[in-house]
DNA sequence: ACAAAAGTGTTAGGCCTACACCCATGA
DNA sequence: TCATGGGTGTAGGCCTAACACTTTTGT
């Protein structure tokens, strides 16, 4: 049954890649967990991974779990370690090439494993299983360094979305609060939002003005070179 | 002779740790390669690397290749990427845990392969062994994000140093040039940075003032969080 | 004597921060 | 009518960037 048909001269490590997936409903940054159903750590929760195919990167196995979870192809996937403590895994030698993906909340339809998947808020988070608390942790900081480098917050909103939106959600990843105008004018200022016309209901009630990103301007500045100062 | 001992289920991929090993030598950043020997790539130059055992993380791995070629145990090492295209390596398949480690020239000894291995500035590197070129692109993109947030530099620095060693480093890294007045105030007033006594030889010859880097003052920088400008 | 490198201050402009009130809407 | 959230401008301080000359030393 359980042949072993793949022989080496020196033993090899088990290479598996991780992916934790970020949302934003509006008010707070959201991962999606997956219930173990088998040992080890039954019961417990983990990011969505598996095993690296020989056909495949580590990114592409990584959009493979991404995809099988959230249904999403596109969306912004990055590596941002490897993890290789000799027993993070209690059956065998396994090392995990871990990836956060941004993903448009509105976009995702529940997976295969629907059943067992679940978004928790970052205050939620339960211990989880394996080294994955670590690994929550390591995403989470590159998550803030590379908001101040790059547009990465428009990959977690919807197309359109309000500026107290995208305030709310620097505040999540960031941890910190802004002062309102401030953060409106240093959005305006650095010039890659562009106004949607707000449809010109009659009556319509009043509403926030809405904000699209300006993809253009972006690529622009970032020749350049830009910072967002926070 | 070859026996295939270690056997599995399913292909696992071998894993190294490959070491982008920087220097600075007062003006210049340089990297150290070794020829490699053997095929593939027999004559070409590539960076110091090797095969995980089971026992090591990556990071230990990339350090016993830092020791073997320089025989520094306690310089700066850090896991920067994970290569894993499926062709990177011609032979099977291979996917390497990048890592770069910032020496300091004075202190590195020549290692066991010293006759192989050579200091190469970054405008002599040649077109390297692997993808290896395209790991060296990815080391320098990272050592330019990292200087701006720690001050790493001091690594690849003597104990102490001039003024000026330290501007050319930062420029060298950057690739850019500063005004020497304004890269004075800017270190200065950051605060981390000690002269050193001019031992006072009645009629030494002028020399620059030298400075020494202040670790705890860092620490304490390092927690309010601090960040330089350039 | 000349070239090369170290050392040193000031000014103007831009950016960040702190801060308060009005309006529209929905309850 | 009251509470909530959107929208808006200014003034002060700090940091950055630009800029030139003198001194010392070695050749």
Redesign the interface.
């Known amino acids: 049954m359980?042949?072993?048909?793949?022989?080496?001269?020196?033993?090899?490590?088990?290479?598996t890649a991780d992916c934790v997936i970020f949302g934003f409903d509006g008010v707070s940054i959201k991962v999606l967990l997956i219930e173990r159903g088998v040992e080890p750590f039954k019961g417990k929760w983990a990011f969505p991974g598996g095993?690296?195919n020989?056909?495949?990167?580590?990114?592409e196995c990584a959009r493979r779990e991404l995809e099988e979870e959230t249904g999403l192809r596109d969306a912004s996937v990055e590596?941002f370690?490897?993890f290789?403590?000799?027993r993070r895994d209690p059956r065998e030698?396994v090392?995990t090439?871990a990836h956060y993906a941004l993903v448009k909340l509105s976009e995702v339809k529940g997976g295969d494993d629907a059943a067992s998947a679940r978004w928790f808020a970052m205050d939620e988070v339960p211990s989880l299983a394996f080294d994955h608390d670590r690994i929550l942790r390591m995403a989470l900081n590159r998550l803030k360094e590379r908001i101040c480098f790059e547009p990465i917050g428009f990959e977690l909103l919807p197309e359109v979305f309000t500026m107290t939106e995208l305030q709310n959600l620097y505040e999540a990843i960031l941890e910190v609060t802004f002062d309102r105008r401030n953060f409106y004018n240093k959005m305006l200022k650095l010039g890659i939002l562009m106004e949607t016309e707000p449809r010109p209901d009659g009556a319509a009630r009043r509403t926030p003005t809405k904000y699209r990103f300006n993809a253009e301007k972006y690529a622009e500045l970032k020749q350049k070179g830009f910072r967002l100062e926070f």
Do not use: G, L, W
């Open positions: 359980s042949e072993q048909n793949y022989c080496y001269k020196y033993p090899h490590p088990s290479v095993f690296m020989m056909d495949e990167t580590a990114e590596q370690y490897t290789s403590d000799v030698r090392i090439v």
